[in-house]
């Protein structure tokens, strides 16, 4: 059974830094590229970052710079640092991973639970 547990969330003042966490079920976790997304109140989930197997990061635009994925395979956990908060960033974040390409992009078949991240302006 794959597991995905997000931690690091919180309530932080604009401009600060978090670091999420997302512990992952070891075989799911060595052979596959991770995702952090996140959904803000009334908003779709969106992608914001991931990396491959083989450590190769994407980002969307609005948090390049800000945002560092990274993972350590030997403790099957994925980071997601986030740097210069603004309250726009605040969001459930969710990890997920074991993606399938489609037409209308990366689909994500295990999810986590999610982590609150509010900020205050």
């Known amino acids: 059974q794959v597991q995905l547990v997000e931690s690091g969330g919180g309530l932080v003042q604009a401009g600060g830094s978090l670091r999420l966490s997302c512990a992952a079920s070891?075989?799911?976790?060595?052979?596959?590229?991770m995702a952090w997304h996140r959904q803000a109140p009334g908003k779709q989930r969106e992608l914001v970052a991931s990396?491959?197997?083989?450590?190769?990061?994407n980002y969307a635009d609005s948090v390049k710079g800000r945002f560092t994925i990274s993972r350590d395979n030997a403790k099957n956990t994925v980071y997601l640092q986030i740097n210069s908060l603004k309250p726009e960033d605040t969001a459930v974040y969710y990890c997920?991973?074991?993606?399938?390409?489609?037409?209308?992009?990366?689909?994500?078949?295990?999810w986590g639970q999610g982590t609150q991240v509010t900020v205050s302006s």
């Open positions: 070891g075989s799911i976790f060595r052979n596959n590229a």
């Open positions: 990396i491959t197997s083989g450590g190769s990061t």
């Open positions: 997920a991973t074991d993606r399938r390409w489609s037409p209308t992009g990366w689909k994500y078949n295990y």
